[in-house]
C-alpha cells in the first residue's frame, strides 16, 4: 500500500508564498512522476506541475513564473513553492505520483490541501 500525504496549505493574501509538500511512502520500488493538481470550486482538476524522475519540469500556463517545483528521490518527496499568489489560485491541491511497484506502476493520489488566497 502506498500514501501520499500532502501538507502546507493555508490562507495566504494576495502576493504571498505558501509552500507545499508531498511525501509518499510504503512498498515503493520507485516512483516515475511526481506533481500537483488542483481542483477549484465548480470546476475541474487541472494539472499545475509536474516532475518526471529525470528532473524535467511541466507547467501549466497560469503558473509558470511564480511556482517552482521540486523534489527529492531519496526521500521520495515533492514539493510546491508558490510565489505571488493570486485569488484564482485559491482551489483544493492534490498531489499525484505514478509509483512503479515491482513489476507494475500505479497512480496514487494524496487527500488534498486546501490553498485560499484572500483579495
Known amino acids: 500500500q502506498v500514501q501520499l500525504v500532502e501538507s502546507g496549505g493555508g490562507l495566504v493574501q494576495a502576493g504571498g508564498s505558501l509552500r507545499l509538500s508531498c511525501a509518499a511512502s510504503?512498498?515503493?520500488?520507485?516512483?516515475?512522476?511526481m506533481g500537483w493538481y488542483r481542483q477549484a470550486p465548480g470546476k475541474q482538476r487541472e494539472l499545475v506541475a509536474t516532475?518526471?524522475?529525470?528532473?524535467?519540469?511541466n507547467y501549466a500556463d497560469s503558473v509558470k513564473g511564480r511556482f517552482t517545483i521540486s523534489r527529492d528521490n531519496a526521500k521520495n518527496t515533492v514539493t510546491l513553492q508558490m510565489n505571488s499568489l493570486k485569488p484564482e489560485d485559491t482551489a483544493v491541491y492534490y498531489c499525484?505520483?505514478?509509483?512503479?511497484?515491482?513489476?507494475?506502476?500505479?497512480?496514487?493520489w494524496g487527500q488534498g490541501t486546501q490553498v485560499t488566497v484572500s483579495s
Open positions: 510504503g512498498s515503493i520500488f520507485s516512483i516515475n512522476t
Open positions: 516532475m518526471p524522475s529525470g528532473g524535467s519540469t
Open positions: 499525484r505520483a505514478v509509483v512503479v511497484l515491482r513489476d507494475i506502476q500505479r497512480l496514487y
